[in-house]
Nanobody
Framework: QVQLVESGGGLVQAGGSLRLSCAAS????????VGWFRQAPGKEREFVAA????????YNADSVKGRFTISRDNAKKTVYLQMNSLKPEDTAVYYC?????????????????WGQGTQVTVSS
């Protein structure tokens, strides 16, 4: 059983940067691939990026490619999402979760052990 806690959200102006953290505990935490999702008000939860347990490989959504970078530090049991060139449409609650399905999955159903989320607001 793994538990995930997101942090690092806040208010940032368009064009700015923010780094989110996903801290893991319980189970064999470094053996899990982890993904980031986001959900804007009134919209469905959307896949952002995922990374292997080793940090050696990743995949991400086209909507954030070139702006967001996923990484992890297994010594700190933490997965990061570095967000650059932020846009107002990036405003959402950001969640991390453990990949339960096959590598490359982007559906919400392929992930579990969801954290509580952290709010990111990008102003114009």
């Amino acid at each position: 059983q793994v538990q995930l806690v997101e942090s690092g959200g806040g208010l940032v102006q368009a064009g700015g940067s923010l780094r989110l953290s996903c801290a893991a505990s319980g189970g064999t935490v470094n053996s899990y691939a982890v993904g980031w999702f986001r959900q804007a008000p009134g919209k469905e939860r959307e896949f952002v990026a995922a990374i292997t347990y080793s940090g050696g490989n990743f995949y991400n959504a086209d909507s954030v490619k070139g702006r967001f970078t996923i990484s992890r530090d297994n010594a700190k049991k933490t997965v990061y999402l570095q967000m650059n060139s932020l846009k107002p449409e990036d405003t959402a609650v950001y969640y991390c979760a453990v990949l339960r399905g096959g590598w490359g999955a982007t559906s919400q159903a392929a992930f579990g052990s969801w954290g509580q989320g952290t709010q990111v607001t990008v102003s114009s």
